[in-house]
């Protein structure tokens, strides 16, 4: 890639993409925005990097102060990472530090779900279940258990939609039991699993459920927010459109929307309480807080508020939505359409009725990838959705403040590329 302006980036031979998926859904306000890149030169000249544990910035201090209003006064303590494997970690490792601190020191194990990614560091792929990325560390992994995904479009057998939250939740609770609950530190999930599922959102009742569950036993509830935070489902928090509130979450992509590496662990006041007794947080790094990061999340945070951005990717996630599911209904290996905000994945069938994955190696969602680059569209295509081998999928991300130009022809691209290659 040469160059980027708005939703739009250009490559060595001057030929436009419109940037569909945000990259892997990071870039929330598109590239070179002038009064972001204003913002990380004007910090460059006073400076780049001041060392967190020697001194605090302004930058620094003005983003504590935006989140907190953004994510709720019960978050006002956070740990500033370069990127969302950091920050999931950081989770972990606060989780940790918080039940040895309560006396727990036993409380060591963490559970996740099937088909769900928290990223890339040791821990956060420990508690990732993505065959294909996992399968090179296997035997050095950190334990870990893991409960079935939750997809309404693929149902445990014999359970139905309403039933769906309460049998997650009742597994859940039976893997806590199982293990002992004096044993489990936490429970992490995704509100609206992005990549390694293609973009499933919550049904609802589960949050809740889930909370309920891990209360009762001491478990701390985890949030990955890192792809489907900070705004990109049209809320701030993607749980609060669930009405919870975790003990920890994480979050990253769309913090300083990929113009400068950046993320953030974020903990409940009182875990923050229990950690200040114990000494204080202690996890961080030498990058810890950047100063420059910071500044580009103050400069990006900044312009979604003030344009109301929120809103727009609201009501524009369901025109989205709608519109594909019209121009696509026709299309038979369209299985589901599904998605929050500028948060969209389509998935592929061989069999609609049955809900029959194609082949692994039809490779369907890589040639619609293919297809779409093509035609000018970049997106990001998803393959072992399903039971990591099999499941194809696409997941759009499109800038929030994306024109509606943009958006229409974000919809038109995706519909001719599916259709090329699926027809």
């Known amino acids: 890639m040469a160059w980027g302006s708005g939703a739009y980036v250009y490559d060595t031979e001057g030929r436009r993409y419109l940037d569909g998926s945000g990259g892997p859904a990071v870039y929330c306000l598109g590239h070179a925005h002038p009064e972001v890149n204003a913002a990380i030169e004007r ?6 990097h001041g060392y967190r544990y020697s001194f605090t910035s302004d930058p620094l201090e003005e983003l504590e102060s935006i989140v907190t209003r953004l994510a709720g006064d019960n978050y006002r303590t956070m740990v ?19 039940h040895s601190a309560k006396g727990e020191p036993r409380r060591r194990r963490f559970i996740a779900r099937r088909r769900s990614w928290h990223g890339n560091t040791l821990g956060a792929l420990s508690i990732s279940d993505f065959k294909a990325r996992r399968d090179p560390f296997e035997g050095a992994l950190v334990p870990a258990s893991f409960i079935s995904a939750v997809n309404p479009y693929r149902l445990p057998p014999g359970v139905s939609d309403a039933e769906l939250a309460n049998h997650a939740a009742e597994e859940l609770e039976a893997e806590i039991l199982r293990l002992g609950s004096d044993q489990v530190a936490g429970f992490v999930f995704e509100p609206v699993v992005g990549a390694a599922g293609c973009v499933v959102p919550a049904p ?31 809320t701030w928090r993607a749980l609060a459109h669930d009405a919870v509130e975790p003990d920890l979450f994480a979050i990253a992509k ?26 204080g947080i202690l996890t961080g790094h030498t990058f810890t807080g950047h100063t420059l990061a910071c500044a580009a999340g103050v400069a990006v945070q900044t312009i979604i508020e003030r344009e ?29 359409i599904r998605g929050r905000g500028h948060f969209i994945g389509i998935e592929f069938v061989s069999d609609r009725h049955l809900r029959t994955p194609f082949a692994a190696d039809a490779s369907v969602s890589t040639r619609i990838g293919r297809a779409a680059a093509e035609r000018g569209l970049l997106i990001y295509p998803i393959g072992g959705n399903v039971d990591g081998v099999r499941g194809d999928g696409i997941l759009l991300a499109p800038p929030y403040n994306a024109s509606p130009e943009a958006l229409e022809s974000l919809i038109e691209l995706t519909v001719l590329a599916i259709r090329d290659v699926v027809e």
């Open 308 to 336: 109301g951005l929120l809103s727009r990717v609201t009501g524009n996630g369901r025109a989205l939505l709608t519109e594909l599911r019209a121009q696509l209904s026709p299309v038979a290996s369209v299985g589901d």
């Open 43 to 48: 910090q460059l000249h006073r400076i780049a």
């Open 254 to 279: 769309g913090l300083a929307g990929g113009y400068i590496p950046l993320g953030a662990a974020l903990c409940t006041n009182a875990i923050a309480a229990v950690l200040a007794a114990d000494g």
């Open 204 to 234: 609802p009742g589960y949050a809740r459920a889930i909370q309920a569950v891990c209360r009762r036993h001491g478990v701390l509830l985890i949030a990955d927010e890192v792809m489907c935070g900070a705004g990109r489902t049209g």
């Open 80 to 98: 500033f990472v370069c990127g969302g494997s950091e920050a999931v970690e950081s989770c972990l490792k606060l989780a940790l530090q918080y």
